[in-house]
Nanobody
Framework: QVQLVESGGGLVQAGGSLRLSCAASGRTFNRYAMGWFRQAPGKEREFVAA?????????YYADSVRGRFTISRDNAKNTVSLQMNSLKPEDTAVYYC??????????????????WGQGTQVTVSS
């Protein structure tokens, strides 16, 4: 089992940047693919980005964030990060990190993930 704690959310003006971090407990962090999702009020939780167990070039992004957001992980520190640049008001949401134990995939659907953090609010003002 793994516990996830997000940090780094806040209020930023459009065009600005934020860096979200997710700290994971446990000694098996490198066995999990990691993802970031977000949920705006009245909307379903949606995929943002994901990275496989070893990181590197195996990263995946939603079309809406590709080129602006970057996911990365540090398996030595049990952390996964989401660097968000050129933020837009439509990026406003609660952002969640999630862990998927299945070694055969990097999921883009919330149902594919086993563990979730509590979320961190990101608000982008126009």
């Amino acid at each position: 089992q793994v516990q996830l704690v997000e940090s780094g959310g806040g209020l930023v003006q459009a065009g600005g940047s934020l860096r979200l971090s997710c700290a994971a407990s446990g000694r098996t962090f490198n066995r999990y693919a990691m993802g970031w999702f977000r949920q705006a009020p009245g909307k379903e939780r949606e995929f943002v980005a994901a990275i496989n167990r070893s990181g590197g070039s195996s990263t995946y992004y939603a079309d809406s964030v590709r080129g602006r957001f970057t996911i990365s992980r540090d398996n030595a520190k049990n952390t996964v990060s989401l660097q968000m640049n050129s933020l837009k008001p439509e990026d406003t949401a609660v952002y969640y990190c999630a862990a998927d134990y299945n070694p055969l995939r990097v999921g883009v659907s919330p149902e594919q993930y086993d563990y979730w953090g509590q979320g961190t609010q990101v608000t982008v003002s126009s």
